[in-house]
Every structure is written in C-alpha cells, then in structure tokens.
C-alpha cells in the first residue's frame, strides 16, 4: 500500500516567519500535487511536479519534488495570515511516462498564521 | 476560469435508501474521477472513468456505487443502499487528459449524511 505522510501536522507560527511542510513516501510517485483546502471546500491546485528534482516557485511558496520522486517539500516565505488552511499533498500512482492514475493524499498540515 | 461544481452541496438521507451525487467536470476535459472525506480522516479514491467506462476502482468502490455519464456534461456517483458509514465529503474531480502531469481539478463536494 502507498502512502504519504505529512509533517508537521499542525503549525502555528507569526505573521513574516518561513516555514516548510514534508510530504514523505517509501514508494515512487509518477507525479506530486499539492493542493490547499478551505474548510467545506474542495482541494485547490497549487502546483504539480512530475520530475525528480524539479523545483517550482509560484510567489512565496517554494514546491520541490525529491530526486527519487518519493518525497517533496513546500516551502513558504514571509507567511502571511493569508496563508492559513489545510495543505494536502497528492501523489499520482500511474506508471512513469503514462497514465497518472489515481491520487493518494496524505493527511495534510494545518497551518495557522496570526497576524 | 472553469471550475468542477457539485450538486446538492449537503445532502441528508435515511440509511438504506438510494443517493444520486451530481457532478459536472470541467467541459474540456475526458478524466472523472469520485474521491471521499470521512470527517477528520484523508481523502480517499473511489473510482476513476474514461472513454464511458470505469478505468480504476479502489476497494471502497463496491457494489454498492455505481458511475454514470448520462449526457455529456454529467458525471454522477449513485450509492444504491445507504449505510451509517457512507457519511462524508465526496469530491468530484476531473483532468483533461490521464498523463502525469494534468493535474486534477477538484469541485466544493458534498457532504452527504446519512441517518
């Protein structure tokens, strides 16, 4: 069975600190999701990475998939109240190169922001 | 920008009877998929379907559910007898294509409870 865990599983922390979130796994992914999730809503797309190493950069948030395409990190500078919710990591299962087949989440990190 | 939506966004049933969720995926798009969220617990697959037929279905998925395209904007999830522990958030999502790196579009969900 594949699946992800994700650290820390609750943060807190002030407005302007950096933080990173891990999302680790024993088994290969073809691709890595992340996704942030409001209460009551579906999960929303931040980014996907697909290539072992690759880095994406979307504003203040940094996203990185591990060489070996097992694990990957999200990392936010200068967190703002706006960043508070749920992120939830995603790993495609499908074979590398062909289909993505189904997703399998990990728990995802609660982060809170105060002002 | 297009979005998945999902109706009813909260749905209240007696155990036992039928449920219809209903879905529109994004209209570009030839991937479906159905995940759930137990409260409190990760999101979970269920099944996924293309070209009118289910291509993955995970052990959750059993006779009790069924999939269906009924005309070409509609993707329902049918749980024919509800039980107790049907109750959670059940997700649409959608992608246009299966490859590694189409990610996967999520809609609001609904919170279906089962009494």
């Known amino acids: 069975t594949q699946l992800l865990e994700q650290s820390p599983q609750f943060l807190s922390i002030q407005e302007g600190e950096n933080l990173t979130v891990y999302c680790n796994s024993s088994?290969?992914?073809?691709?890595l999701q992340w996704y942030r999730q409001e209460p009551g809503e579906g999960p929303v797309l931040l980014v996907t990475?697909?290539?072992?190493?690759e880095v994406k950069k979307l504003k203040r948030l940094t996203f990185q998939f591990g060489d070996a395409r097992k694990d990957s990190s999200l990392h936010i500078t200068a967190a703002q109240p706006g960043d508070t919710g749920l992120y939830l990591c995603a790993g495609g299962r499908g074979d590398y190169g062909g289909s993505q087949g189904n997703l399998i989440f990990g728990k995802g990190t609660k982060l809170s922001v105060k002002p | 920008e297009p979005e998945v939506t999902q109706t009813p966004s909260h749905q209240v049933t007696q155990m036992g009877q039928e449920v219809i969720l209903r879905c529109v995926p994004i209209s570009n798009h030839l991937y479906f998929y159905w995940y759930r969220q137990i409260l409190g617990q990760k999101v979970e697959f269920l099944v996924s379907f293309y070209n009118n037929e289910i291509s993955e279905k995970s052990e959750i998925f059993d006779d009790q559910f069924s999939v269906e395209r009924p005309d070409g904007s509609n993707f329902t999830l049918k749980i024919r007898s509800t039980k107790l522990e049907d109750s959670a958030m059940y997700f649409c999502?959608?992608?246009?294509?299966?490859?590694?790196?189409?990610?996967?579009?999520f809609g609001d969900g609904t919170r279906l409870s089962i009494l």
């Open positions: 088994s290969v992914f073809s691709s």
């Open positions: 999502a959608s992608s246009r294509t299966g490859g590694v790196s189409q990610p996967q579009h």
């Open positions: 990475v697909v290539t072992g190493g």
